[in-house]
């Protein structure tokens, strides 16, 4: 008959040994799962701060805007508009002509977002104002960021580096809207707070910036072109078509200006060829 020793199994010393490695397994089993858990809650928490606190995303603004957890885009009036900073083309040009690829996308992604959250998070907004020579009207449909209204392209009168996509929002287009190119559009300050949503550079070194109002009221360009500005509570930006205007609308050749020292040689040139004569 076999006698109970302490190395035999049934033994208090072997019960109190299996009853630690026991504890010991469940001790590490329950530090892998809480690992897990705070995990997926710290991947949890980092996913929602990322899509709340960048609606530009079109993943992120599709489920923001379903979820109904995004305020629609709403309009302003002079008094109630955000406060900010107006600026010429030449001016902004400067500001952000040194901006690199990557920069220049990050500044970008910052104007939409302000733009979506409707300023409440932004309190110096960038303005654009100025006169520009108009080179191209046409009305916005579906396709385009705003699904109504005209966008109309101008280069700055003062700037020629400088060209401006005024995107004029409607909760419909008008039929008539009689503004061709050649005019001279006005982006005033205060009455339009214009503000910037979009930098896109050419190769040649030009510059579009794409603005909008964020006055709501009726825009009288002219006689007969006029226009109830008002943003829709939904944009388009999946697929991204910035700048607004259409690729193949042509932009016009620059004004070719000479230096004093090209403008000398010329003028010599001219009386020396008249002198031949």
């Not at 199994?9 to 469940?26: H, K, M």
């Not at 705003?146 to 009168?157: D, E, K, M, N």
């Amino acid at each position: 008959m076999e006698t109970l020793s302490d190395q035999s199994p049934f033994s208090r010393q072997s019960r109190e040994q299996d009853d630690g490695r026991y504890v010991s397994g469940n001790l590490v089993l329950w530090l892998a799962v809480l690992a897990v858990l705070v995990g997926l809650n710290f991947a949890s928490w980092s996913f929602c701060m990322w899509v709340f606190g960048q609606p530009e995303h079109p993943m992120n603004y599709r489920l923001l805007t379903k979820l109904e957890r995004l305020d629609p885009i709403h309009g302003f009036t002079p008094v109630t508009a955000p406060r900010g900073k107006f600026v010429s083309a030449k001016d902004l040009y400067a500001q952000v002509y040194p901006f690199s690829d990557t920069e220049l996308r990050a500044y970008n992604g910052i104007l939409k977002r302000s733009y979506l959250k409707n300023y409440v998070e932004l309190e110096n907004v960038t303005f654009l104002s100025g006169d520009f020579t108009v080179l191209s009207v046409r009305a916005m449909g579906e396709e385009d960021v705003f699904p109504a209204g005209y966008v109309i392209r101008g280069r700055s009168t003062t700037f020629p580096d400088a060209i401006v996509d005024f995107a004029l929002p409607s909760a419909k287009t008008p039929e008539k809207f009689e503004y061709a190119a050649g005019q001279v559009l006005k982006i005033e300050e205060s009455t339009t707070c214009a503000a910037l949503l979009h930098i896109d550079r050419l190769e040649e070194g030009t510059m579009i910036f794409t603005a909008v109002p964020l006055v709501e009221r009726e825009y009288l360009l002219n006689d007969a072109a006029k226009i109830a500005v008002t943003p829709p509570p939904l944009i388009r930006i999946e697929p991204e078509r910035w700048p607004i205007s259409k690729e193949e609308e042509a932009i016009e050749a620059k004004p070719v200006s000479l230096s004093p020292a090209s403008a000398e040689a010329a003028t010599k040139g001219e009386r020396d060829g008249a002198d031949d004569r």
